[in-house]
């Protein structure tokens, strides 16, 4: 039988993995300088850390439009709490346990960069010049850069077609989110075949607990036919009883001739 888990310690391990990514962001903030002026090279040439803004959405995207980061950031907010609750409810159904941390690892992804959004226009003033409001305008700070091809795209590519392009700056919530994601996807046959065992084991617990409750009910009814017979044959016994033990009339004897008075 499918068990359900306490969804506690999936968000906690969201809590750590959202501490790891906001002091990955403080560090980077604090101690490196923006662009190539201030990049540290990690494993060769081909993956340092390159401290960059992100004014858009995750690996560098942006959305060309005035409001388009107010937009992305409310998306973001309601992804936020949309992913939670289903976190929380698969885990109280009993979903496999490798779903419920790639879920966790999503959600944590989600929350770090939301921080960014949400706050980092008012506490770093990093918001882009003539933004609307610092608030919900912050830009996501990048910092992880996998240096292995650069170029220009070629023109029959849509969108980015003949553009200069280079290989994505990203940050620790961005890599839990692809992590999340690529885990659900590699391991989705196993992961959603458990959820729906659990679905086919609760639909036969209610139709189990159907039949339970029918079956009861004709008990409650064949006790109840069987009591009313008895009531009725305990009244009918009664009743007999009665008649029998009506008084019979007196039947007068009439007197000896003997016993008359002598005139």
Not at 19 to 39: E, N, R, W
Not at 93 to 115: E, P, Y
Request: overall charge negative.
């Amino acid at each position: 039988m499918i068990q359900p888990k306490n969804p506690t310690k999936y968000i906690l391990f969201s809590v750590l993995l959202i501490a790891i990514d906001q002091t990955s962001k403080m560090l980077v903030h604090k101690y490196m300088d923006p662009g190539f002026s201030g990049q540290i090279a990690l494993i060769g040439d081909w993956m340092k850390l390159h401290y960059v803004l992100n004014p858009g959405m995750a690996f560098g995207m942006e959305l060309g439009h005035e409001y388009g980061k107010l937009f992305l950031t409310l998306f973001r907010l309601v992804a936020m709490g949309a992913i939670a609750w289903y976190l929380i409810n698969l885990a109280r159904r009993g979903a496999a346990s490798g779903l419920l941390w790639a879920l966790a690892m999503i959600l944590a992804g989600a929350v770090g960069n939301v921080i960014d959004s949400t706050f980092y226009g008012v506490l770093l003033g990093n918001a882009p010049y003539g933004s609307p409001t610092p608030w919900f305008h912050g830009q996501v700070i990048d910092m992880v850069f996998v240096d292995f091809w650069e170029g220009f795209v070629p023109d029959w590519v849509p969108v980015w077609g003949g553009q200069y392009y280079s290989t994505p700056i990203f940050n620790f919530a961005d890599a839990c989110i692809f992590v999340g994601v690529c885990t659900i996807l590699i391991f989705q046959s196993s992961f959603f075949k458990h959820s729906h065992e659990y679905e086919v084991e609760e639909e036969v617990e209610v139709t189990d607990y159907e039949s339970n409750k029918a079956t009861k009910r004709q008990s409650d009814k064949v006790e109840f036919s069987d009591a009313e017979l008895s009531n009725n044959e305990e009244t009918t016994f009664l009743s007999d009883e009665t008649e029998v033990s009506e008084p019979q009339d007196e039947v007068v004897k009439p007197q000896d001739e003997s016993s008359k008075p002598q005139g």
